[in-house]
């Protein structure tokens, strides 16, 4: 089974402080993704990266910047907190072979920035 | 951008019941995926589509992938009380990243 892990299910953090959320895929995908889900809005993609050291900015990645050193680890930064960054931040690991092409979902971090 | 449609929004259930829903875009897709999400937890993948006209069952779930590649549907049969939750359609086109629809949520009826 495809496992994907989030270093926190909840974080409570000040308004200013860095934060990391951590990912950790063990299938050897090559792609990974961050999103975020809030009420009435859906998910929304931040950063996601197709290959160690690569990232790609997504539909809302102001205020976030994603770090890739490792092919099974996928770290989101907020550089600076804010208030309006309090939501559930879920990473995700994708598999293409061919035109199987399916995306796995981690637990989810659910982050309150105060 | 790409946007997907899912209906109905939410619906009650009642167990044994079979349910129905269904997903609908503007634009057509390669892919189709159909996810589950319990509250405070993260989607799981319950089935996956890549044919037009392709229909895949994941136990007492049956999704199809419509033949114009504009729409998706799902159907639960013989509901139970753990069906309830959100479920998310994404479609993907290659090279693209995927688009989720909104979601409908079902819940038991008191």
């Known amino acids: 089974d495809v496992k994907v892990t989030q270093s926190s299910r909840y974080l409570v953090k000040r308004t200013g402080e860095k934060v990391f959320l951590e990912c950790v895929q063990d299938?050897?995908?090559?792609?990974m993704f961050w999103y975020r889900q809030d009420p009435g809005l859906g998910l929304r993609l931040i950063y996601f990266s197709y290959d160690v050291k690569m990232k790609e900015k997504g539909d809302i990645p102001e205020g976030y910047s994603v770090s890739r050193e490792k092919k099974e680890r996928f770290s989101l930064i907020l550089e600076s907190a804010s208030t309006n960054q309090t939501s559930m931040y879920l990473c995700a690991s994708s598999l293409l072979a061919g035109v199987v092409y399916e995306q796995y979902f981690g637990p989810g971090t659910r982050l309150t920035v105060t | 951008g790409q946007q997907l449609n899912q209906s109905p929004q939410s619906m009650f259930i009642q167990e044994g019941e079979d349910v129905s829903m269904n997903c609908t875009s503007s634009s057509i897709f390669n892919t189709w995926l159909w996810y589950k999400q319990d509250p405070g937890e993260g989607p799981v993948l319950l089935i996956a589509l890549y044919k037009a006209g392709e229909l895949t069952s994941n136990g007492r779930l049956t999704a199809q992938f419509g033949i114009t590649r504009k729409d998706s549907f799902l159907n639960i049969s013989a509901s139970i009380p753990s069906d309830v939750g959100i479920y998310f359609c994404?479609?993907?086109?290659?090279?693209?990243?995927?688009?989720f629809g909104p979601g409908t949520r079902l819940s038991a009826l008191p």
């Open positions: 994404a479609g993907l086109n290659y090279g693209q990243n995927f688009v």
């Open positions: 299938m050897d995908h090559e792609n």
